[in-house]
Nanobody, 122 residues
């Protein structure tokens, strides 16, 4: 069992930055792939970024590549998403998730955080 608690997010201006954090609790956390997804009303949860279980590799959606950075600190069981050069189209509810294998599909993820609203004003 893995419990995920998110923090951060909020309101930013276009071109600004925000940082999201996801604190994980559970004895098997370090064996999971960790991802960030986002969702807007009426749409499916969309892949943003993921990191491997040891943090050695990261993968990004084309829409955020070069602007967002995912990082993982197994020492304190956190995964963060640093978002820079924000755009209005980044406005969404952001979720961190845990999966037992590499996947960019939201329904392959077993555990989810509570979600954070990110709003970017233009």
């Amino acid at each position: 069992q893995v419990r995920l608690v998110e923090s951060g997010g909020g309101l930013a201006q276009a071109g600004g930055s925000l940082r999201l954090s996801c604190a994980a609790r559970g004895p098997t956390y370090v064996s999971y792939y960790m991802g960030w997804f986002r969702q807007t009303p009426g749409r499916e949860r969309e892949f943003v970024a993921l990191t491997t279980w040891d943090g050695s590799s990261a993968y990004y959606a084309n829409s955020v590549k070069g602007r967002f950075t995912i990082s993982r600190e197994n020492a304190d069981n956190t995964v963060s998403l640093q978002m820079t050069n924000l755009k209005s189209e980044d406005t969404a509810v952001y979720y961190c998730g845990a999966a037992t294998y590499y996947s960019q599909q939201w329904d392959d993820y077993t555990y989810w955080g509570q979600g954070l609203q990110v709003t970017v004003s233009s």
